[in-house]
């Protein structure tokens, strides 16, 4: 008998990966023609002729869709992750169902099944589910192009990227504005750019401009902008597709702050489940307050409240109201509304580690008053160290800029911007000015109002930002907290960074030195750029606009809607730079390469 080896094998392999890939290409494909269907239905008027071809198309993808599930069920059921199992069957069953009405149609209209049929074969039922499945099939595109070792900065890039021309595309249909409104292809650009990018800059106003659908487009591009595209591309991956690869894994594991390769999956569902909870309380905070005091329906507060929330925490800016937050409506009899939004900021702009590490400290401590109370189950191992090195610099940073900044605006603006309010007014509205430029972008009283150390104080607070791994844009304060203690070593004469306790890696410190200084460079070409295409404007007004849009702040002198199209097209650039960073642009154009063997000779270099 003869005898086989592992290399009789490998053309047969080879052969499987080759369909398999093909496979996977073709439904990558065949979903992004499922989703520009989908787009088609929701902006355009169609025919009835045009809607036959939709819902035909409807019909073929969700049997195809069914198919390679039942596939993918028969051949991956291997790689199929034990807390996706229930998922990956509701998405089964929910395909399942839209086909239902189509294989067996019901003999009367009066039949027992035709409510159930009637919501299976509803229109938003089947675009809802189709939609998402394809949705699922390009995450799981884009997870495979990472598996072979894709540049994980150039994926990011292109991520931001497809999001806004795909949100530029939905805010031009008709159904996203007035009747009345022509937006022109730069302003919706730009519109798409600030909310993907979570800035709050626009040239127009949003009340006046969009339609309940455009404003809804715009809430979706800044909940997606604001967790990060690559983290809901990961989650739908990692969560309903499967396993990953181990270059994947790796990829994943740096852009999440992951200290392990098995809480990676726990850290996204962490992510997910604070934002989608903390929207929701902040949105139930806002509607309370402003519950029959604005003019509004139950369905219209209950929308202004979401909106609101979610633009808060993802550090956006965008408000429905004419003139922002300092819409009159608001201005009087409304303190709580500025400090629910207030907390929110906070919250969005220190960070999602920093927001698992309070988890884990209060469940470390519920769990010690339980054993303690009722002595239940085992004594919990006690810790020293909960809170890690990231979230006392956070705390840290963050208190000082909050208390400083709340400080030195109430006292410059307690007799100009605040000198009509009263005592409670001027603290609420200096707590929320201190707060809004890292890097939110509310605002309450025009900026334009305060004084010329107020705005450099605004400048300073938008540069800074907020964390890393938050919704913020900015330096971060982790850089300016590591910045610090460099600083404070090399005058102390030390040859080790350390902060809290904690040597910090030299690699940390070179990331510090060259963010700091590529904010520089870019701010400082910019500013020339912009007055050489608006001469007209105030060089300081350019300034402020150029922070705001790089710190992806969203606060402007009412200088936005003044420029041309080409200054348009520039600050969507920098607001692109900023929310995807300076650095992870550059190493996506950069091609990679392997570190050397060798390390070059040594040479001191005379500082000062």
Not at 245 to 268: P, W
Not at 453 to 468: P, R
Not at 477 to 493: I, K
Not at 552 to 569: C, F, H, I, N, Q
Request: include cysteine; charge should be positive; proline fraction near 4%.
């Amino acid at each position: 008998m003869k005898n086989f080896s592992l290399k009789s094998l490998r053309p047969s392999t080879v052969t499987e990966q080759r369909i398999r890939r093909w496979v996977e290409g073709a439904m990558f494909l065949f979903s992004l023609m499922v989703l520009g269907v989908l787009f088609v239905d929701y902006g355009y008027t169609l025919q009835p002729h045009e809607q036959r071809i939709i819902q035909t198309i409807f019909r073929l993808a969700k049997g195809v869709y069914f198919v390679f599930f039942l596939l993918r069920l028969l051949f991956d059921w291997r790689t199929i992750r034990r807390k996706s199992i229930a998922l990956t069957f509701t998405m089964g069953v929910a395909l399942l169902a839209a086909l239902l009405p189509h294989w067996f149609p019901l003999a009367t209209p009066d039949h027992a099944l035709s409510g159930l049929w009637a919501l299976f074969s509803n229109k938003y039922y089947v675009g809802g589910v189709v939609g998402l499945y394809a949705i699922l099939e390009l995450s799981r595109g884009v997870v495979g192009m990472i598996n072979r070792r894709t540049n994980p900065a150039l994926l990011l890039v292109s991520g931001f990227m497809i999001l806004i021309i795909l949100g530029t595309l939905l805010l031009l249909v008709p159904r996203s504005t007035l009747p009345e409104i022509h937006l022109s292809i730069v302003d919706a650009l730009f519109v798409s750019t600030s909310a993907v990018c979570v800035t709050g800059l626009t040239p127009v106003d949003v009340s006046s401009t969009f339609t309940i659908e455009g404003q809804t487009v715009i809430l979706l591009l800044i909940q997606i902008g604001g967790l990060g595209v690559m983290t809901i591309t990961s989650f739908f991956a990692l969560f309903f597709m499967g396993g990953t690869g181990l270059f994947n894994q790796f990829a994943l594991r740096d852009m999440l702050s992951s200290d392990t390769f098995s809480s990676l999956l726990s850290m996204l569902l962490y992510i997910l489940g604070f934002t989608f909870v903390i929207e929701i309380i902040g949105a139930l905070l806002i509607w309370h307050n402003i519950h029959g005091t604005l003019g509004m329906g139950l369905h219209e507060e209950l929308y202004f409240s979401l909106f609101h929330a979610i633009s808060a925490f993802c550090n956006a800016g965008f408000s429905t109201l004419e003139g922002n937050l300092g819409n009159p409506l608001v201005m009087q009899g409304h303190n709580a509304l500025y400090l629910w939004i207030s907390l929110l900021v906070i919250l969005g702009g220190i960070g999602f580690p920093i927001l698992v590490n309070f988890k884990e400290i209060l469940f470390y401590y519920g769990r010690m008053v339980i054993h303690r109370i009722f002595a239940i189950g085992k004594k919990p191992v006690r810790y020293y160290h909960l809170t890690n090195i990231n979230t006392k610099i956070v705390l840290t940073m963050t208190t000082i800029l909050l208390v400083g900044g709340t400080a030195a605006i109430a006292a410059l603006e307690w007799h100009g911007a605040f000198a009509q309010m009263s005592l409670t007014e001027k603290l609420t509205h200096a707590l929320f000015n201190a707060t809004v430029p890292r890097t939110a972008g509310f605002n309450s009283v025009s900026v334009t109002q305060f004084s010329t150390l107020t705005l450099l104080l605004s400048l300073v607070l938008m540069w800074i930002g907020g964390a890393s791994q938050s919704t913020a844009g900015g330096i971060k304060v982790n850089t300016l907290g590591v910045a610090w203690a460099n600083f404070l070593s090399v005058v102390r004469g030390r040859e080790s960074v350390t902060l809290f306790g904690r040597e910090i890696p030299a690699d940390s410190v070179r990331r510090t030195s060259a963010t700091i200084l590529g904010s520089l460079i870019v701010l400082g070409c910019s500013l020339p750029i912009l007055i050489l295409l608006e001469p007209d404007i105030h060089p300081m007004r350019l300034l402020f606009e150029a922070v705001s849009a790089l710190g992806t702040v969203g606060s402007s002198m009412d200088t936005t809607p003044l420029l041309g199209e080409p200054a348009k097209l520039f600050i969507s650039l920098l607001m692109f730079t900023g929310r995807v960073g300076l650095i992870t642009v550059l190493l996506s154009l950069m091609p990679q390469r392997s570190a050397p063997r060798y390390r070059l000779p040594k040479e001191h270099v005379i500082i000062n």
